[in-house]
């Protein structure tokens, strides 16, 4: 609706200003309380700070491992996808202005026409437009547009960690399983070469009459079950390999050949220490983006609020049509009415949408809690695992070196001996997933408290 009468314009445009002297709708900088536990449920220590910035990786002390990830977090395909991201965002920030009144209006034009015709003289015709106008924010529709803008960079920044924390736990996990399997494939050579020696001397004593073919049979059927392990585990170490290489975004034969020079599990290093549940909310780059949404929806319902009130412009133009110039200028008092029912339910679903995006940022704080939790009493129990299935793996490796030494000596019969051989091997590999298991969940339970998140930005936020 549009006033005529100047006067009438003025004296609404003045009490407008007047009224407006704070942005309507939630002040989306005032954010309510996450409501997080004073602590974990099994304990972590004192206070951890900022451990977005730690490298924990390095506390493997593995150097093919670390110089990997130095040169797979600038070349994975995924990163550099989320840093694009923070371009577009910045451009979204960089098209709010920070001003009390916008500037709009149609581009400038001009055009110049030759005309003629029969029993007509050719002649020109010019004609140059320009117009433009400044709304006031008198509500804060504008300022609560920028604040949801500036929220969606800084959700977007978050986003870059992360994805760098998701592609540092897969490049850990892929490197830790290859490094298991090649670990697996020098214990099950060994048990090849165990069982080889064990068919040599069960053939010797079938010479002399000590033994018999079907202690043949079930010696050389041990021997090729090993033997048929070998590719399995071959497949699985290619397998790893492969992942690696899309991760890392890098050759599969260069990255095969590297990797074929280690064998070994990863080992567990000790901690790391958790903190308290309070330094997720900022270590934590996915609940830093979830809150920079729930920013971002009250900023949009801030926008529909103000969409609601009248809006203020002043709007001119300056024309010039074949040498005649003309001008106007004046203010324009606008109230939305005949839509007043689309803006009230556009701003209803913002508010729903700004609970939602409450319900999901407290949802991923508790989920971070949880995350922290379980990989803490994962460890914890994989420690104490490993431990007792290393014992044990010993205690296997020292019955079979007696039941071989009585076997050949002729105090035990064929059978006891295969038997501590099969329970040897098993005991082994179990030992060596556990290992392998713990190894993976420090790397887990550092990356659910937030370390190594921290990145650079690639853009700066628009001023």
């Not at 095969?256 to 280690?262: D, E, I």
């Not at 979830?290 to 009248?310: C, I, R």
């Amino acid at each position: 609706m549009t006033f005529p009468r100047q006067s009438k314009a003025l004296s609404l445009m003045a009490a407008l200003l007047l009224s407006a002297c704070a942005a309507v709708g939630p002040d989306p900088t005032d954010l309510p309380d996450a409501g997080v536990q004073g602590s974990f449920a099994e304990g972590g220590g004192g206070p951890a700070g900022q451990v977005g910035t730690n490298a924990f990786w390095s506390g493997y002390r593995d150097p093919t491992l670390s110089t990997l990830i130095a040169q797979g977090l600038g070349n994975s395909l995924d990163i550099i996808a989320a840093n694009e991201r923070i371009r577009a965002a910045a451009a979204d920030l960089q098209a709010t202005r920070p001003l009390a009144a916008q500037v709009i209006g149609e581009p400038a034009s001009a055009s110049r026409i030759r005309s003629g015709g029969d029993g007509l003289s050719d002649g020109y015709t010019s004609n140059a437009n320009l117009s433009a106008g400044f709304v006031f924010d008198l509500f804060g529709g504008a300022r609560r547009a920028r604040e949801g803008a500036t929220a969606a960079y800084a959700s977007a920044e978050a986003q870059v960690q992360v994805t760098r924390l998701a592609w540092l736990a897969e490049v850990i996990s892929a490197y830790s399983d290859a490094r298991f399997y090649q670990q697996a494939l020098a214990l099950t050579r060994d048990t090849i070469r165990a069982r080889e020696s064990t068919l040599e001397v069960t053939n010797n004593m079938l010479s002399l009459g000590l033994a018999t073919d079907y202690d043949i049979a079930q010696t050389r059927a041990l021997l090729q079950t090993a033997r048929a392990d070998l590719p399995n585990y071959e497949a699985l170490f290619n397998a790893q390999v492969y992942r690696l290489s899309t991760l890392l975004n890098q050759q599969a034969g260069p990255l095969m050949a590297r990797m074929q020079g280690g064998s070994g599990t990863l080992p567990i290093p000790p901690g790391p220490g958790t903190g308290v549940p309070a330094e997720l909310l900022h270590n934590r780059p996915d609940i830093r983006a979830a809150q920079q949404d729930l920013v971002q929806a009250l900023a949009a319902v801030g926008v529909a609020t103000a969409d609601l009130l009248p809006s203020l412009s002043l709007s001119g133009t300056v024309s010039d049509t074949g040498g005649s110039g003309s001008w106007g200028f004046g203010p324009r008092i606008s109230l939305p009415v005949a839509n007043q029912g689309v803006l009230q339910a556009t701003r209803n679903r913002r508010i729903s949408e700004a609970r939602q995006a409450d319900l999901a940022w407290r949802s991923q704080v508790a989920s971070a809690v949880e995350d922290v939790q379980t990989s803490q009493s994962n460890l914890r129990r994989y420690r104490q695992r490993v431990a007792a299935l290393d014992e044990a793996a010993q205690s296997y490796n020292r019955a079979y070196d007696l039941a071989r030494a009585n076997f050949e000596a002729g105090a035990l019969p064929l059978v006891d001996l295969l038997d501590a051989d099969r329970q040897r091997a098993a005991a082994r590999l179990q030992a060596a997933s556990a290992r392998n298991d713990a190894a993976k969940e420090w790397a887990a339970l550092q990356i659910a408290t937030g370390a190594g998140g921290a990145v650079q930005a690639i853009a700066t936020a628009a001023e």
